[in-house]
């Protein structure tokens, strides 16, 4: 069973640029069975999809974030990235990450890190 | 952009039958899963693809999408069902992944 953990800083000053990795475990980032992805939640809100990565290094994003957002990863060290550029108090939020299944049918995500607070606070 | 409706809450007392809806045009054309989601906790997939449930999950949770409106229902509701539930589809046609604004479970 596929196991991943989020990491970076809990806390971002606005206009700066917030960096999570997520490390994943029990299986291996470049085995083409599944794509990677980020989610965040503010606090007492619902779910956002922020984007996602294949193993190839393909990026799909939540348009509304899109002009921000870079995914990135690292198969040496199975890892996976997400920087988010001029961040304001709006990007504080619990930050997930997931391994999602997605092919021309389905798309959805069955593993889910614990998640991460990041707060976007001077 | 594709848009789900949910409704904010829905209570049920313990032992019935809980139904959550979520809508969206011609949801029935889509692929629906859905996410329980308890205080403090990441979500996790309860059902995909419509009606399909992960390993471990209890059969008591099942699913159906038809039309405009999908459906998760929880039968013999026990306390521990007590979360707030996603539901969540892939917009093909923008290729972006769209959540629900969720729903409040409270067991009475």
């Known amino acids: 069973q596929v196991q991943l953990q989020e990491s970076g800083p809990g806390l971002v000053k606005p206009s700066q640029t917030l960096s999570l990795t997520c490390t994943v475990s029990g299986g291996s980032i470049s085995s083409g069975s599944y794509y990677w992805s980020w989610i965040r939640q503010p606090a007492g809100k619902g779910l956002e999809w922020i984007g996602r990565?294949?193993?190839?290094?393909?990026?799909n994003y939540n348009p509304s974030l899109k002009s921000r957002v870079t995914i990135s990863v690292d198969t040496s060290k199975n890892q996976f990235s997400l920087k988010l550029s001029s961040v304001t108090a709006a990007d504080t939020a619990v930050y997930y990450c997931?391994?999602?299944?997605?092919?021309?049918?389905?798309?959805?995500?069955?593993?889910w890190g614990q998640g991460t607070l990041v707060t976007v606070s001077s | 952009s594709y848009v789900l409706t949910q409704p904010p809450s829905v209570s049920v007392a313990p032992g019935q039958t809980a139904r959550i809806t979520c809508g969206g045009n011609?949801?029935?054309?889509?692929?629906v899963h859905w996410y329980q989601q308890k205080p403090g906790q990441a979500p996790v997939l309860v059902v995909y693809d419509d009606s399909d449930r992960p390993s471990g999950i209890p059969e008591r949770f099942s699913g159906s999408n038809s039309g405009n409106t999908a459906t998760l229902t929880i039968s013999r509701v026990e306390a521990g069902d007590e979360a707030d539930y996603y539901c969540?589809?892939?917009?093909?046609?923008?290729?972006?992944?769209?959540f629900g604004g969720g729903t409040k479970l409270t067991v009475l």
């Open positions: 990565i294949y193993t190839s290094g393909s990026t």
């Open positions: 969540q589809v892939w917009d093909s046609s923008s290729d972006r992944e769209v």
């Open positions: 997931a391994s999602m299944v997605h092919n021309y049918i389905l798309s959805y995500f069955d593993y």
């Open positions: 011609n949801i029935g054309s889509k692929s």
